[in-house]
């Protein structure tokens, strides 16, 4: 059974920093490229960021020089590193993996900045 877990979302200030985790069962992670998405109330799912299984990354301008993906085969876990946050940035945040055969999604969690 596949499934894919997010983690460490929560309420921050603006300006401050969250890390999200997205761990991974019953995949081969290392053969999958891994996503972040998100989606604010009443708007459209859009990509934050990715990460290819050979480690290449590009994300979205809105967030280019504030978040991070990265990504740790050995725990099979993609993460997300937030810095700078604006309320923009308020919004379910679920994780992806894809290859050219499948595609799977998390539950997503919760990201809430403001003051």
């Known amino acids: 059974q596949v499934q894919l877990v997010e983690s460490g979302g929560g309420l921050v200030q603006p300006g401050g920093s969250l890390r999200l985790s997205c761990a991974t069962t019953?995949?081969?992670?290392?053969?999958?490229?891994m996503a972040w998405y998100r989606q604010a109330p009443g708007k459209e799912r859009e990509l934050v960021g990715r990460?290819?299984?050979?480690?290449?990354?590009d994300y979205a301008d809105s967030v280019k020089g504030r978040f991070t993906i990265s990504r740790d085969n050995a725990k099979n876990t993609v993460y997300l590193q937030m810095n700078s946050l604006k309320p923009e940035d308020t919004a379910v945040y679920y994780c992806?993996?894809?290859?050219?055969?499948?595609?799977?999604w998390g539950q997503g969690t919760q990201v809430t900045v403001s003051s």
């Open positions: 992806n993996a894809n290859n050219e055969f499948w595609d799977y």
């Open positions: 019953g995949i081969i992670f290392s053969r999958y490229d």
């Open positions: 990460i290819t299984r050979g480690r290449s990354t």
